[in-house]
């Protein structure tokens, strides 16, 4: 699995390509590589592991003329396939040295393809699928790339976004895809294909989007999308300008960068959807679902996302009073269904990219289920397959733990419930009351991020702590869950998350004094219960961090605590929601960590 990245340019110098690379590095970075080609059919090829940098600086010690080479391949990557090792990294090429490619994702028939050319004698340098391609097209050539590709691409199984070059026809890059994400950027001089958006926001907003199965052909400064043999019009779309997307700003992180920018995306969301005077939801999206038809809700989700939808899930069927169940996105896939034209099946995906969601997605469309989707990304893969979907509007998020996306999600999530709630006449005056305190989120929020000096001390003390329990009731059991996986995903330390009610059942074999113990306690309904937890960790000589809403009369009892401002249950599930991700962001910046780049992760998990 990879990022992958090709232009034939008209001048551009050869410095952005590097720039262009490093805004995809958010995505993979296990390795780098770049290959170029110039009109006299020499392929200058540079690769490195691990980060672009490195990729850069090799470039540079090179000292080659860059200013020759005008078609350009490359990619981030993501190892599937063995070892992150320079040999494994690509770009792989065929035998003859004549056709380089960059590949994502796994070709799956790659060992009866490998059968087949080395019974006529093909070797092979290395064990990579991508390379076994790369000599098929050889093997298959007849008159030009184009013919030969068309003909590949009936002989290779699932799945991947390829693209390939000749090196005797300097002025073509051929691609095609199946599954994995493709497009085309256009700007007044150049054609781009990418993975992804990110690369290209400030050079160019027009884009096409690739459907599976098509070839597109770039041929000097033309494009032509082939579908079906047959070469077919696109229409084009106007991504949104966000130029300030890969400035990190003043943050050392990312991460912090995101976790920053929560306040104004809570106005984005809630202003543009409820109108806080008649406490009216606008949406058109929410206007076309059938209500009376849907009798239950199914929800299908990965990750982070799949925390969102579990907290959402209490908080729906206690708003909206509807049945829901929750599925990891694969699990659902293999799992037998039944098919209910009453249930309303919805995913939820930041990227819009994750192949497990994306899997069921179209399993469910396939039976002529109703499907909506919640997702970020606007251009993504997922956004333009569902019926009826809602946009989370959190900008791009750029480094691999999910952080500002989780919200958008929550308060998208709530969003709906409300807006089922009201169209069901349940109790109205709830449903302001909801409605008054989501207009003073924003404020909470701001004041928790004032306060993340009490947090960073509180993480610095617990960073080197190598196991943790996150304890919580209700939807804020969820939340613990959603914790213990950022800790995990960031610090690298072994944390667990349960209910606070599972603890007498066996987690208390394990409380000790270097075990400790958070404990989500806002104000709720389960508060006393709560109460009876922390008493019997602290019976047991384990250390606890508290958090609870502000002003709480037993504050002093605890041995640490982080308080939260005083709200409902739904404002604190969002503030400790900041508290959480200061939590496990100072921790791991404590240790050290590469934060925004977690070990053995990627940002797109586009492979099953
Ligand atoms: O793009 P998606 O929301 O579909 O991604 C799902 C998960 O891969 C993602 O939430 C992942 O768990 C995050 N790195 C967690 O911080």
């Given at each position: 699995m990879c990022w992958i990245f090709a232009y034939k340019w008209t001048g551009i110098a050869c410095d952005f390509l590097i720039d262009w690379l490093k805004n995809l590095e958010y995505r993979w970075y296990d390795s780098a590589w770049v290959s170029l080609i110039s009109d006299d059919w020499e392929i200058y090829v540079e690769k490195a592991i691990w980060k672009v940098s490195n990729l850069a600086s090799k470039i540079e010690n090179d000292k080659k003329d860059l200013s020759k080479y005008h078609v350009w391949i490359a990619h981030t990557r993501w190892a599937t396939h063995w070892w992150v090792t320079l040999e494994n990294t690509h770009p792989h090429h065929s035998q003859n040295g004549r056709f380089f490619l960059v590949h994502n994702w796994i070709i799956e028939n790659y060992i009866d393809l490998k059968k087949e050319l080395t019974q006529v004698w093909y070797k092979f340098y290395w064990n990579t699928d991508s390379e076994i391609v790369a000599n098929l097209i050889e093997y298959t050539f007849e008159k030009d790339l184009e013919t030969t590709m068309?003909?590949?691409?009936?002989?290779?199984?699932?799945?991947?976004?390829?693209?390939?070059?000749?090196?005797?026809?300097?002025?073509?890059?051929?691609?095609?895809?199946?599954?994995?994400?493709?497009?085309?950027?256009?700007?007044?001089?150049?054609?781009?294909?990418?993975?992804?958006?990110?690369?290209?926001?400030?050079?160019?907003?027009?884009?096409?989007?690739?459907?599976?199965?098509?070839?597109?052909?770039?041929?000097?400064?033309?494009?032509?999308?082939?579908?079906?043999?047959?070469?077919?019009?696109?229409?084009?779309?106007?991504?949104?300008?966000?130029?300030?997307?890969?400035?990190?700003?003043?943050?050392?992180?990312?991460?912090?960068?995101?976790?920053?920018?929560?306040?104004?995306?809570?106005?984005?969301?809630?202003?543009?959807?409820?109108?806080?005077?008649?406490?009216?939801?606008?949406?058109?999206?929410?206007?076309?679902?059938?209500?009376?038809?849907?009798?239950?809700?199914?929800?299908?989700?990965?990750?982070?996302?799949?925390?969102?939808?579990?907290?959402?899930?209490?908080?729906?069927?206690?708003?909206?009073?509807?049945?829901?169940?929750?599925?990891?996105?694969?699990?659902?896939?293999?799992?037998?269904?039944?098919?209910?034209?009453k249930t309303l099946y919805i995913f939820i995906s930041q990227s819009g990219e994750t192949a497990d969601s994306l899997e069921c997605l179209k399993m469910v469309k396939n039976r002529w289920w109703k499907t909506f989707w919640i997702v970020n990304v606007v251009w993504s893969s997922i956004a333009r397959l569902c019926d009826n979907w809602l946009y989370t509007h959190c900008w791009v998020e750029i480094w691999v733990a999910s952080t500002k996306a989780f919200i958008g999600q929550l308060l998208t999530l709530i969003i709906i419930a409300l807006y089922i709630w009201n169209k069901n006449n349940l109790d109205y005056t709830k449903y302001k009351k909801i409605i008054d305190w989501l207009a003073k989120l924003k404020d909470d929020i701001n004041m928790v991020l004032l306060n993340s000096h009490k947090v960073e001390e509180i993480a610095i003390k617990y960073a080197n702590f190598k196991n943790m329990f996150f304890l919580g009731r209700n939807m804020f059991y969820p939340l613990a869950m959603e914790w213990s996986l950022k800790c995990k995903e960031i610090t690298y330390n072994h944390t667990e998350s349960y209910s606070a009610w599972e603890l007498k059942h066996w987690p208390l074999s394990l409380i000790q004094e270097d075990f400790p113990t958070i404990l989500l306690n806002p104000e709720s309904k389960l508060y006393e219960k709560n109460i009876s937890t922390l008493k019997e960790v602290q019976a047991r000589n384990g250390k606890v961090i508290w958090i609870l809403s502000q002003n709480d009369e037993h504050k002093l009892e605890y041995f640490d605590t982080i308080e939260v401002p005083k709200s409902n249950e739904y404002n604190s599930l969002f503030t400790i929601w900041v508290v959480l991700q200061l939590f496990a962001y100072y921790m791991a910046n404590n240790?050290?960590?590469?934060?925004?780049?977690?070990?053995?992760?990627?940002?797109?998990?586009t492979v099953e």
């Open positions: 068309k003909k590949v691409k009936e002989l290779i199984t699932w799945a991947y976004a390829l693209v390939v070059i000749d090196k005797q026809n300097p002025n073509q890059i051929i691609a095609i895809k199946l599954w994995s994400p493709l497009v085309i950027w256009i700007s007044a001089d150049n054609l781009f294909l990418s993975s992804d958006a990110n690369a290209l926001s400030n050079i160019t907003q027009k884009y096409i989007p690739i459907d599976d199965n098509e070839m597109v052909i770039i041929d000097k400064n033309n494009y032509k999308i082939i579908n079906n043999q047959k070469e077919i019009e696109k229409d084009s779309f106007e991504s949104i300008k966000n130029t300030t997307q890969n400035d990190m700003w003043d943050f050392k992180h990312f991460m912090l960068k995101e976790i920053f920018e929560v306040p104004n995306i809570i106005e984005n969301i809630l202003w543009g959807r409820i109108n806080f005077q008649n406490y009216e939801i606008k949406s058109n999206s929410l206007d076309k679902l059938d209500l009376p038809n849907i009798k239950k809700i199914e929800i299908i989700a990965s990750g982070t996302s799949y925390n969102a939808w579990m907290i959402w899930t209490y908080l729906f069927e206690d708003l909206a009073d509807i049945p829901s169940q929750i599925h990891i996105s694969t699990e659902f896939k293999y799992k037998k269904q039944f098919i209910n034209d240790l050290w960590r590469e934060i925004d780049k977690p070990r053995n992760l990627a940002k797109s998990v």
